[in-house]
Every structure is written in structure tokens, then in C-alpha cells.
């Protein structure tokens, strides 16, 4: 059986320098998390693919199970990480800023405004279980927005959304400047949230809906 022709992922370059983010996220923190642990999560999906394929070829599937896990735990890493970097822009690039256009719009139709949905948003992210995530999510069955909690990189997550817009909740994410204190962690955060690619997301999501 002939082997699939995998084209390697490869870890994105970081949309800015490692010390842009500060002094909201840490220059040390950005660079082991970008250069060590979004690296790894490429380096597994590469190797959970791999296996895949080769399971294919030799028609042995003893370890289909092992690998489709790997598959989508490092899978929803790598998603997550490319998008999480994008989620965060220089205070000097318009980190920070507030939604506007269809996002705003939304926002307001869907959480009640930016107040509820920053009160809804800071809860779910806070109360995140162990490693994890918070997600603003597109549902284009219903043309609406919601907030996610995803546990690892792909629990608690259902199907027919896609994240526009996440933050990152897992202690490699904050650990180094705010040991426990998530609160503190989470209010920085929004000093660099980057919603003009959340709103740019946004609009490519809804041009395909069609
Ligand atoms: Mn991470």
C-alpha cells in the first residue's frame, strides 16, 4: 500500500517579538510557550499523522486508538496555539482595542454587550479546569457566537464552531510572572487582545456560510 504524501506542519513564526506582549505577557513566558511548548504540540501532530499513515501501509491498526487520541490532542494544540498568538497584538499595533464592525454587533446581540460578555468571558476563562482553554466561538449553523471552556486542547468542545478568538488558560501560559493568580493573568491579557482578527475571522466564517 503506498504511503500518503504528508506535507509537515511547521511552527508558524511568531507574529511579533517575544518581549512585544510586554509587560502584560512576559518575554520569557512567550518564549518558552511559543518556541518549546507550541513546538512540541507541531512535533506530536507531525508524528500522530505519521504513525496514522504508516498504520495505513502496513494495515495494522493495533495502535489506531493511541494515535487518533495523539492526533487530536496535538492537533487541537497546534489550532489553538496559531490562533492564540494571533488573538494578542502590541498595545502599538492595536493590542487592546475594543470589537467593532459585525463583531460588536454581535457581541451585543449575543452576550447582552462588551460588559456581559467580558463578565462571562473572565468567568468561564478563570473557572477552566486544570489545563485548558477559553474560547469566543463561531456557530454557523446559527450564526452566533459563544463562550467555550476547552479542557486539554480538545475536550468540552462541540461540534460545528470554530474558536475566532482564545485564550490561553494552561499554566505555561502565565505560571512565570503570575504564579496562581489567574485574575491577574486574565486582566493583562486584555490589555493586548487583538479583536481586529477576531472581527477578520469573524467575517471570513460568515463569507463561507454562504
Ligand atoms: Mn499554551
Known amino acids: 500500500m503506498a504511503m500518503s504524501q504528508l506535507v509537515e506542519h511547521v511552527l508558524p513564526k511568531l507574529p511579533y517579538a517575544y518581549d512585544a506582549l510586554e509587560p502584560f505577557i512576559d518575554k520569557q513566558t512567550v518564549e518558552l510557550h511559543h518556541d518549546k511548548h507550541h513546538a512540541a504540540y507541531v512535533t506530536g501532530l507531525n508524528n500522530a499523522e505519521k504513525n496514522l499513515a504508516k498504520a495505513r501501509q502496513d494495515n495494522d491498526f493495533t495502535h489506531v486508538q493511541f494515535w487518533s ?14 490562533l492564540y498568538w494571533n488573538s494578542m497584538a502590541p498595545v502599538s499595533e492595536g ?17 447582552g454587550g462588551v460588559d456581559s460578555f467580558k463578565a462571562h468571558f473572565n468567568a468561564a476563562a478563570k473557572a477552566v479546569e486544570a489545563s485548558g482553554w477559553c474560547a469566543l466561538s463561531y456557530r454557523p449553523e446559527h450564526d452566533r457566537l459563544c463562550i467555550l471552556q476547552i479542557e486539554n486542547h480538545q475536550k468540552l468542545t462541540p461540534w460545528g464552531n470554530d474558536p475566532i478568538f482564545v485564550l490561553d488558560m494552561w499554566e505555561h501560559a502565565f505560571y512565570l510572572k503570575y ?10 491579557w486584555w490589555n493586548v487582545v487583538n479583536f481586529e482578527n477576531a472581527l477578520n475571522n469573524l467575517n471570513m466564517m460568515r463569507q463561507n456560510r454562504g
Open 69 to 82: 487520541r495523539q492526533f487530536a490532542f496535538h492537533g487541537g494544540g497546534v489550532f489553538l496555539h496559531n
Open 95 to 111: 493590542g487592546g482595542s475594543e470589537p467593532a464592525g459585525d463583531l460588536m454587533d454581535m457581541i451585543n446581540e449575543d452576550f
Open 179 to 188: 504564579q496562581n493568580r489567574k485574575d491577574e493573568y486574565i486582566n493583562a
